[in-house]
Every structure is written in structure tokens, then in C-alpha cells.
């Protein structure tokens, strides 16, 4: 029941409501892994149109405006940190061409099409086609975890994504800015000059912060616990400076200061960079509620035939012509092209530019620029939707999807992880060895596993390792400070629940503990990599079984009393195993397992008798059928004496 508009919310409730719904759909979607932004989106409609429960033009009034353009700043801030140039330059010639060339072939095509079959105004069509340049890398990196697409496809979409949010943004800010002094009816040089000194002045007053938040910070002019409180106020302190001279340059001048910051390599930048996730988190929860909600049901009516078949045009002709256009004459193969060409979900940038630059188009006497943020919500909803459901099969199809395969990444070469990756790929497990030393990954290249020499925590690592591929770290080396860090640096990015590390040595003194926020989960029960080792010297071997409704977890623990449980895997759950009563029991789940050398050895034997008789039946069976029709009869005494079975599983190896 829609709620009228003497019986709005207040303010402080307006807050408190777009904060809880917000994260609230954040978390769904994490918990039930759909796409975040779809979501928020459908919340804010939920909250707005569809019941009135928020109206952000009566309930917050004057603030809509004023909070969206902040939240806006930030995000493009942020998008600046993301961009790292010596990164790029890195980068395969893929990622450039489709970064360079293919941005600006996509605003042009884009802004075509925003024209032509839009039947949109040009000023309308450039603003828009520029922030169509983006992606979102947001949206991308989940459906890419999803998919689990291969190595180079996967690293061409997240690259474009990344760089492409910054250009993207820039290109639809300096439009605006053309628009803006075009609609002024300047003469030429005063137009000119106008949008060059805006620029270079939004351009100078990023520049400043930068280097003033880089020389305070490098020089410890502010102590570590102000340096967060301090990046965020000079953030808004330029967007403000900037924008009082030139409307909207504000936004240029936080995307050059995040630019610059962090292409800084500042000591800090981790802090920072976790923080700016947070923060952008929360801003673009609230900035998803407001737009949803304040979408109004008359602006969707306005989108007709012709938009349905624009946004039919940017997935199936703009995005593909862009992309080859882009690849053309590059040795990257035609299906990877077109799998690359056929993703393209659109993401924050784009709706929430849209939600602002809207406002500023129809105040500059554009009309249809009204048009541009309902639009951009159908435009972000169908291509998250589309490319949700479609690019996991569309990938499969094209072999360029290693399907619901887990993987594990094991730091540090040794004996203990050259065997624990030989018994996870026996259950088709994806395993990676990586070690700075390349000594240490001798045994596992011997073995025949995949190893990566270099530091997992390097900026080389971004590039030469696919770690979209994987889903669980174990830090395994035989430095106990160097499997803290790593498990530390990786938790905000894979999640505390999937890093793990084997115990430390004297971990168990007060006086070597660590808090419980460092290092990751360790691994059954807290055994070191040393004493782990002296197991495997004593003759202990790792062994899969597969758990069945005949043969359960208790049979299991009976039949190998005393082995070591490491891991399971059921229904492609793969789960490292912290204590042997975390263990479900549960048929089909496959356990990867350290067991005493004499109950390898019976098992080994009692897996020998149980293959002999198998053969034996074979040949016995074989002999039945070419005597069959003969009347031959086999006297008893020629039978083997019956064997006593042994209660094994269905498969051990």
C-alpha cells in the first residue's frame, strides 16, 4: 500500500532506510550469489515507485541532489586508484588495443546508435555514449568468478573493465562540459576557452591534492591513524573547488587525483584501497537505493520500441563491432574475440553519471537528456541479467570455461604440497605451486604439477597468475611470516573462509600468538610444515576416498584410525578441513587424507586381492560365455576359496 505524501519518512529515517536496504541487498546477493547491482536496483524500485514508501524528492528534498553528486565523486576516485599505468603497460596487446582503440571506436558507435535508433539529441547521445565506454568492473569480476573463464578472455574482460571505468567517466565528464558551454550560446573562442580552462582547471586542482596527499604521506607529515580521514576530505574539498568554477569539472579533478595517487606506489595505498572499497561499498549502496527509488513509473513510459531496440543494438551490434574492430590483426583467437565481443555488462559508472548528468542536461534546456536515466536502468538491468545467465554456458559452449572445476592455490614448494596436489588432482581439483624460490619448486615440477616461480604478493603475480581460477589459498611454506602476510593480503579478496595456512611454529606461547585478524585459518588442528614432513618421512601417504551410502564417515574413521583428514569435495564444494569434527558426513564426498604407513600398506594389499578376484571373475566370465551351449561343467574343487571381504569404499587411490 502506497504511503502518501503527508505520511513521508524524515530524514534520519530516509538514512537509516537506504543504508539497511542497500547493504542488506549487498549481502543477498552475496549470500545467494546473484548480481549485487540487480538487487539494489529492484530494492530501490521495491522502496519508490512501485509502494512509496522513499521518495527521495520528498523525503531528503534539496540533499538528493548534493549527496549523489558526493557519492558520484568518490567512485570516480576510486576508479581513478584502480588504474595503475605501469599495470597496463604490462599488459597483453590485447588489453591496450581494446583500451585504446576500442574506447574510442565504442563512444562513437555508441553515440550513433543513441542518435540514429534513440532518435536521441546529439548532446544527449555524446554524453551518454561516453559513459556506454565502460563495463564495470564491479559487475564483471563476479560473473567472471562464476563462469570461471580461461586465463586470457578472463584478463581482457577485467583489464578493459578496470582502465575503462576511469576513461569512461572522463570522456562523459569532459562531454558534459561541452554541452554545458555549447548550450550557453558562447561564441567560439569563449565556448573554447571556457572548456579548456575548466578542464585544465579541474585538471590542476586534482593534480595538487595528489601530490599533496603524496608528498604528506611519503614524508610522514600525518600520522597513520589521519591519513584515510585526510585522503577523504581533500577528495571532496577538490570536487567542491573545482565545481564552483566549471559545474561538473569537479568530477574531473577526483579522477585525475586518483589517477595520480595511485599510479604513487604509496606505503599507505593497501590501507587506503581497502578503505575506498568500504566506503564505495556503502556509497554505492545508497546511491542504487536513491536512483531506483526515485525513478518515476512516468519516465519508463517514456522508453518505447525504439529504446528496446537500442539496447537489442549495443549488445548485439555495438559491443561485438567495437571489440573485433579493437583485436583485428592480433594473434588472440577468433572464439576468445568473440566471447569478449558477446560481454558487456554495464555497471555504477554508467547509471549512477546518468543519474547526475541527467539532471544537469534537462537544466541546460536538453529535454530527452530526462530520458537518459531510466534509460541507463533498463540498459544496466538487461545486460547483467543477459550477461548472468549467458556468459557461463556461452563460455562452456566455446571450450573457454574450465566448468564447476575448483582450485586451490598452494604457496610454497615442498614435499607436503607436491603430495597433497597430486591427491587433489586425482579428484580433478585445478592446483597451482607457487614459490620466490625456484629450488623449492623442483619436487613439484618433478611431479608433474603446475608451478608459478615469483612472489604471489608481486604486481607480476596480477598478470601470471589466473587467479580468478581459483577459490582457495593454503599458505604452505617453510616461512612462518611469509604465509601470515600472504593469507592477510588475500583475505579481503578471496574471503577469511577460503584462506588457510599450516600452523606456525610456537604458535601456542603467548608470547608468539598473533590476533586472531592476521594469518588465515589453520589447517587441521594446528600441525606445522616440519612436523607435516617428518610424517612423510616415516612412510605416511595421501589417500582420496570417495564416501557412499554403504560406506560412511564412520566407517571411514574405523577403517583408518589415526589419518590425518585434509579436505573434501562434494557437488564441486571443495573445503579444507580445520578440525576432524568439522567434517559432514555426507555420500559422493571425496576425502583427501595423511594415513600411517601400515594401514597404506593394508590397504594396499587388500586393494591387490580385491583387483586379482576382479580378474579372475573377468577370465572366469569370459570362459562361461565361449563355453556356453557345450554342456562343460566345472567341478567345485576348481573354485577358489571364498575370500573374506574387507569393508572398503568404493575408490581409494
Not at 570455461?401 to 598452494?410: A, C, I, N, T, W
Request: aromatic share 6%.
Amino acid at each position: 500500500m502506497a504511503i502518501s505524501p503527508e505520511a513521508g519518512l524524515t530524514p534520519v529515517e530516509a538514512f537509516a532506510l537506504v543504508g539497511v536496504v542497500g547493504v542488506g541487498a549487498q549481502w543477498l546477493a552475496w549470500r545467494f550469489r546473484l548480481p549485487g547491482i540487480v538487487l539494489m536496483l529492484l530494492a530501490g524500485l521495491a522502496l519508490g515507485p512501485f509502494s512509496g514508501i522513499f521518495v527521495p524528492s520528498r523525503d531528503i528534498g534539496p540533499l538528493l541532489s548534493p549527496m549523489i553528486s558526493l557519492a558520484v565523486a568518490v567512485i570516480l576516485f576510486e576508479g581513478g586508484l584502480t588504474l595503475n599505468f605501469k599495470r597496463l603497460s604490462d599488459a597483453a596487446p590485447g588489453v591496450r588495443r581494446l583500451v585504446m582503440i576500442g574506447a574510442p571506436i565504442g563512444w562513437v558507435l555508441s553515440s550513433l546508435a543513441l542518435a540514429f535508433i534513440g532518435g536521441l539529441s546529439w548532446q544527449s547521445s555524446i554524453v551518454f555514449g561516453g559513459a556506454m565506454i565502460v563495463t564495470g568492473p564491479t559487475v564483471i569480476a563476479p560473473l567472471l568468478r562464476t563462469a570461471k573463464i580461461q586465463s586470457r578472455p578472463a584478463q581482457l574482460l577485467q583489464w578493459e573493465a578496470i582502465v575503462n571505468d576511469a576513461i569512461g567517466a572522463l570522456v562523459a565528464v569532459v562531454a558534459l562540459l561541452i554541452v554545458m558551454v555549447r548550450q550557453q550560446q558562447l561564441g567560439a573562442f569563449e565556448a573554447i576557452w571556457t572548456v579548456v580552462s575548466g578542464i585544465a582547471f579541474a585538471s590542476l586542482v586534482g593534480i595538487a591534492a595528489a601530490f599533496a596527499v603524496i608528498r604528506a604521506f611519503r614524508e610522514s607529515l600525518v600520522p597513520e591513524y589521519m591519513k584515510v580521514p585526510m585522503l577523504f576530505v581533500l577528495v571532496l574539498g577538490a570536487f567542491a573547488l573545482s565545481d564552483a568554477v566549471l559545474h561538473e569539472s569537479g568530477l574531473l579533478a577526483v579522477t585525475v587525483m586518483g589517477l595520480l595517487i595511485g599510479n604513487a606506489d604509496l606505503p599507505a595505498y593497501t590501507e587506503i584501497s581497502r578503505f575506498k572499497e568500504q566506503a564505495t561499498t556503502l556509497l554505492l549502496s545508497g546511491v542504487f537505493i536513491l536512483l531506483g527509488s526515485n525513478v518515476k513509473l512516468a519516465e519508463l513510459e517514456l522508453l518505447d520500441a525504439r529504446f528496446a531496440l537500442l539496447i537489442l543494438a549495443v549488445v548485439v551490434l555495438v559491443r561485438p563491432a567495437t571489440v573485433l574492430l579493437s583485436l583485428a590483426g592480433t594473434a588472440i583467437p577468433m572464439k576468445e574475440r568473440m566471447l569478449v565481443a558477446m560481454t558487456g555488462p554495464r555497471g555504477v559508472v554508467l547509471l549512477a553519471i546518468s543519474g547526475l548528468f541527467a539532471e544537469r542536461l534537462v537544466t541546460e534546456g536538453v529535454p530527452d537528456g530526462a530520458v537518459l536515466q531510466p534509460l541507463a536502468f533498463v540498459l544496466v538491468m538487461a545486460t547483467v541479467v543477459l550477461h548472468g545467465f549467458a556468459l557461463k554456458p556461452l563460455a562452456q559452449k566455446m571450450g573457454l570455461s574450465s566448468g564447476e572445476v575448483p582450485g586451490v592455490l598452494l604457496v610454497g614448494g615442498s614435499a607436503f604440497t607436491s603430495g597433497l596436489a597430486n591427491a587433489l588432482e586425482k579428484m580433478e581439483v585445478r592446483v597451482l605451486i607457487t614459490d620466490p624460490n625456484r629450488g623449492q619448486l623442483r619436487a613439484p615440477r618433478e611431479a608433474g604439477v603446475p608451478t608459478y616461480y615469483g612472489d604471489l604478493l608481486s604486481e607480476a603475480a596480477d598478470s601470471g597468475v589466473e587467479f580468478i581460477s581459483y577459490s582457495t589459498i593454503l599458505a604452505a611454506s617453510d616461512n612462518d611470516a611469509y604465509n601470515t602476510l600472504v593469507a592477510t593480503d588475500f583475505a579481503p579478496q578471496f574471503g577469511r573462509d577460503s584462506i588457510w595456512q599450516l600452523a606456525r611454529v610456537k604458535e601456542d606461547r603467548a608470547r608468539h600468538s598473533l590476533p586472531s585478524q592476521l594469518g588465515g585459518q589453520v589447517l587441521n588442528d594446528g600441525r606445522t610444515l616440519a612436523q607435516y614432513l617428518e610424517l612423510l618421512a616415516e612412510g605416511w601417504v595421501f589417500r582420496t576416498t570417495r564416501l557412499t551410502e554403504e560406506y560412511s564417515l564412520d566407517d571411514w574413521k574405523e577403517a583408518r584410525e589415526g589419518a590425518i583428514p585434509l579436505a573434501t569435495l562434494r557437488d564441486g564444494q571443495f573445503r579444507l578441513i580445520g578440525r576432524k569434527d568439522e567434517m559432514p558426513d555426507k555420500p559422493n564426498m571425496r576425502i583427501v587424507s595423511l594415513i600411517p604407513p601400515d594401514i597404506a600398506e593394508r590397504i594396499r594389499k587388500e586393494t591387490e586381492e580385491i583387483s586379482r578376484q576382479r580378474e579372475l571373475a573377468r577370465s572366469e566370465a569370459e570362459a562361461v560365455r565361449k563355453g556356453e551351449g557345450n554342456g562343460s561343467q566345472r567341478d567345485d574343487d576348481d573354485m577358489p576359496p571364498p575370500k573374506s571381504k574387507s569393508k572398503l569404499p568404493d575408490s581409494d587411490g
